[in-house]
């Protein structure tokens, strides 16, 4: 169907596909999951080129069986999971997750996102655009 | 369950009620859609009080039957429906919306969010901390 956008860099969205499964959108590249973690996927929603000024959505799939690494960073980020089920690690503490769940994860405070079960474990991630 | 949290103003999570219907959580009031809008919900997943610094994530609920009233702020708005179907204006513009479409409302960007059927139309709405 193709992005509906009036405004390069703007106003605008992204359709999902509508599937069960993998959470797609339209316009929206499947990434890597980050350049050191080749496995898991990451869909930048909105960000730079939305030209959003002030945060980006991005969506993460992490896929079964990938063991948890702790990342932190300077930068907070806002999660909410969207698919499948998993477990979080915040520093030395780990909880179950599942659809709507909602972390907030401060400034530096070390964090991992694991599946658990046949299906990946699928999130949305909100940061600062200036990161 | 109570929402499990380990600093004050920091890292930690709510949890989902995980039941069918309108989407709650532990811990997040539910408030009126705005102050001039008495129909629908509003609920604040991470803002002020987990001393995000940098963006807030908030999910609406529309009743069914509301009618939509185009909004426009200074600040943009990052949206992901979650529940139901319904339709966006942007502007001029109208498109159909349901579950993980994603919206991205410039600054200035006439706005606004219509539930269609029976279900309540919900969505999370990212806005910048500072506005």
Redesign the interface.
């Given at each position: 169907m193709g992005v509906?956008r009036?405004?390069a860099g703007?106003?605008?969205?992204?359709?999902?596909?509508?599937k069960a499964g993998p959470?797609r959108?339209d316009g929206v590249a499947v990434e890597p999951y980050a350049p050191d973690v080749p496995s898991g996927t990451r869909q930048v929603?909105?960000g730079p080129a939305?030209?959003?000024?002030?945060?980006a959505?991005r969506y993460f799939e992490v896929p079964p069986g990938r063991p948890a690494t702790l990342d932190s960073h300077a930068?907070?980020h806002?999660v909410?999971?969207?698919q499948g089920r998993g477990r979080?690690r915040?520093?030395d503490?780990e909880?179950a997750?599942?659809?709507?769940?909602?972390?907030?994860?401060?400034?530096h405070?070390p964090?991992a996102f694991e599946a658990e079960g046949a299906e990946p474990l699928g999130f949305?991630c909100?940061?600062?655009a200036r990161r």
């Open positions: 509906v009036r405004f703007g106003t605008g969205f992204h359709r999902s596909d509508g959470l959108w929603l909105i939305e030209s959003a000024p002030n945060f959505v930068h907070d806002g909410v999971v969207l979080v915040l520093g503490e909880h997750i599942g659809f709507g769940d909602v972390i907030y994860v401060s400034p405070e964090h949305l909100v940061v600062p």
